[in-house]
């Protein structure tokens, strides 16, 4: 699974793609030991970025499907529509988690070096605000994730 999301990351760093980590992912960099089957990653609706994910998640067949339309902010206006890639690496490629956005959430942002490439990963706040409390998988990472940061805000 690590091995997954060193290949996505390293492949959307190499053509400077605009992306954070959230999800499972995020929540396990953070030091909660946490399983997930799939990279979840938050990008801004852009066109131009879409074009350089695109491009970044090539090594995947699916993502040829892509269109770099689905990336306008016209396009997710008036509803946001997340995209779901389901190769052999399944990618969520977010536009919106929770109600907050790539922009809304950059003041969350830190970067974790993992084998030589820079992932930029929620925090434990950004986690806190991109997780829903209506899936029971979502709730339990809240709960850890308090956890997490209050004991290490009372050392």
């Known amino acids: 699974m690590q091995n997954d999301l060193l290949?996505?990351?390293?492949?959307?760093?190499?053509?400077?793609?605009?992306?954070?980590?959230?999800?499972?992912?995020?929540?396990?960099?953070?030091g909660i030991l946490r399983a997930t089957e799939h990279v979840d990653i938050l990008v801004p609706?852009?066109?131009?970025?879409?074009?350089?994910?695109i491009k970044g998640l090539s090594f995947l067949d699916g993502a040829g499907e892509l269109?770099?339309?689905?990336?306008?902010?016209e396009a997710n206006h008036p509803e946001v529509e997340n995209i779901r890639l389901a190769d052999r690496i399944v990618v969520d490629?977010?536009?919106?988690?929770?109600?907050?956005?790539?922009e809304s959430l950059?003041?969350?942002?830190?970067?974790?070096e993992v084998d030589g490439v820079?992932?930029?990963v929620l925090d434990?706040?950004?986690?806190?605000?991109?997780?829903?409390?209506?899936?029971?998988?979502?709730?339990?990472?809240?709960?850890m994730l308090l956890r997490l940061r209050d004991g290490k805000s009372g050392q």
Request: hydrophobic letters at 40%.
């Open 124 to 143: 434990i706040d950004g986690l806190l605000k991109a997780k829903t409390d209506f899936r029971e998988k979502d709730r339990l990472d809240k709960a």
């Open 7 to 30: 290949e996505v990351c390293r492949s959307l760093q190499a053509q400077g793609v605009r992306y954070i980590l959230v999800g499972g992912h995020a929540v396990r960099l953070n």
């Open 67 to 73: 269109d770099p339309a689905w990336f306008s902010p």
């Open 106 to 112: 950059q003041s969350h942002i830190r970067i974790i």
């Open 45 to 53: 609706m852009d066109t131009e970025n879409g074009v350089r994910l």
């Open 93 to 102: 490629i977010l536009f919106a988690a929770n109600g907050e956005t790539f």
């Open 118 to 120: 820079s992932i930029p």
